[in-house]
């Protein structure tokens, strides 16, 4: 039985920002149900769910050292639905209101990645396979090159890193090789984790993992090019063969309209008359007017450039003036976050804009609109799409990423496609994308045909898995 320990700073359900949470919480566990000893390894953060952090058992607690410091780390394990988590504890690092976006986060995930190799040696579990994601666990792959692969314990351990997304980078000043490795500046002066004048952990990731991974095909092929690659480009064009992209999926337990518990009700592909029950109660908890045939559309994003919120915001208006719902979920860069709450202010009929962040309120949406609108700058997977298939509201995205692999555009001659599409990154291809989309939801059949589409997409994550398991072989 092979064992592969996931390094991450977040996983579902403990504490998640994004969509490595959710990686993080179902990869593992559709390994282990293919025979895989799959663990995670994340920091003990402040703000786990607190219903979970009672639960945890304390194991031991060793000391790492940072640069000159030994600085105290506790290891706490959990089993949750057939796989193990750890959790790293210190508070000096970890027991703050957030997870990432501090002064220290170069001082912090540096103390992360060396106790992570400690840790696994202090536990006696020596994984076949670390596997390490983002920017936060990027050196993780360059301590155990430089250092601990002289060890018998660690001897053989293969490394894989998976990039999420490459714009984080985690570039800090040179000077934290000695001041928090304890190493001289041989890897900066080689260039092997220097970027632009910096230390990156996420360029000592890609050079010294054995393989690398990213969560889509048409991703994978993106940052390999100067217009996404984020001055990686090249060394990734260099280790392109070792260069993997999968494409990730959704948990099919947490994400089931059949039985999830947080819409009014339950609902699959012959019952689907009964989403327009969620809309309607949804309007109701909205304040709403209950139309059943206005169509909704949903955005439920971080409200950021790179998620394309300029071009929303530039055709807002516009299409407003159609006979439609418009709900907006999330939090971002504060001049959205005005523009969509001035929206909603002079359009009370027709907009509701919730600057929050809700796991339950996104499954009520998810459940109630007719269509998600993703256009992405760029979008390594993007998971609202999945999610957004899987409960029949139809996706509306820019041909970027994981969005291109997974949405099929609707072919008016065939009747085949499960979305609406747009190449450019244009505010006017995109409100004639909606518009489409808006011209078909008034076509029951080819609506149906599409909702039909949409919920037999299989994006399960035992696909998923089954493309992992062929990167983990070929390391033998």
């Known amino acids: 039985m092979r064992k592969v320990l996931f390094v991450a700073s977040e996983a579902a359900p403990f504490i998640k920002t994004g969509g490595l949470g959710d990686v993080m919480g179902a990869l593992p566990k559709a390994l282990v149900a293919k025979g ?28 790492v050292p940072v640069g000159w410091r030994d600085s105290y780390c506790g290891i706490f394990e959990y089993e949750h639905e057939g796989v193990k988590f750890y959790f790293l504890d210190n508070e000096y690092y970890f027991k703050r209101g957030g997870l990432y976006g501090y002064y220290d986060d170069g001082e912090r995930f540096a103390f992360f990645d060396r106790a992570v190799l400690m840790a696994i040696k202090a536990i006696n579990f020596k994984p076949d396979i670390i596997h390490c994601n983002d920017w936060q666990a990027g050196m993780v792959p360059v301590l155990y090159k430089l250092e601990y692969c002289k060890d018998p314990f660690y001897y053989d351990i293969k490394n894989v890193f998976s990039i999420h997304n490459l714009l984080f980078q985690g570039t800090f000043d040179k000077g934290i090789l000695p001041e928090l490795f304890g190493y001289d500046m041989e890897p900066y002066l080689n260039k092997s984790i220097e970027l632009y004048g910096g230390v990156s952990f996420i360029k000592g990731g890609i050079n010294y993992a054995d393989k690398i991974s990213t969560v889509s095909n048409t991703y994978v092929q993106e940052i390999k090019t100067p217009r996404y690659g984020e001055r990686l480009d090249g060394l990734l064009k260099v280790r392109e063969h070792d260069l993997w992209g999968i494409l990730n999926g959704i ?33 109701a908890s909205m304040a709403l007017p209950q139309k059943k045939d206005v169509p909704m559309v949903a955005i439920i994003s971080r409200l950021t450039p790179q998620k394309g919120m300029d071009l929303i915001a530039n055709i807002a208006d516009k299409l407003l003036q159609q006979n439609i719902q418009l709900i907006i979920l999330g939090t971002g860069d504060r001049g959205y976050e005005d523009h969509f709450k001035n929206l909603e202010y002079r359009y009370r009929d027709k907009v509701r804009s919730c600057i929050m962040f809700s796991d339950s309120l996104a499954h009520k949406i998810y459940a109630a609109a007719d269509i998600l609108v993703m256009p992405s700058l760029f979008e390594p997977c993007g998971l609202g799409q999945l999610i957004a298939l899987r409960y029949g509201t139809i996706p509306v995205v820019r041909e970027t990423g994981g969005l291109k692999d997974t949405v099929q555009p609707y072919n008016q001659f065939t009747g085949e496609g499960n979305g609406f599409s747009f190449a450019n990154y244009n505010a006017w291809e995109l409100y004639l994308t909606i518009e489409h989309a808006l011209s078909c939801y008034y076509d029951k059949p080819v609506w149906d045909g599409l909702i039909r589409y949409a919920m037999q997409s299989d994006n399960s994550w035992e696909n998923a898995a089954e493309k992992y398991i062929l990167l983990y072989n070929s390391l033998y």
């Open 251 to 283: 948990d099919y337990n947490v994400y089931n309209p059949e039985t999830d518990p947080n819409i009014y009700k339950n609902y699959n592909l012959e019952t689907i008359d009964d989403k327009v029950y969620n809309k309607l109660q949804f309007q």
């Open 36 to 63: 895989y000893d799959a663990r995670v390894i994340i920091p003990l953060y402040q703000n786990i769910k607190s219903s979970y952090r009672e639960k945890f058992e304390f194991i031991k607690w060793i000391t």
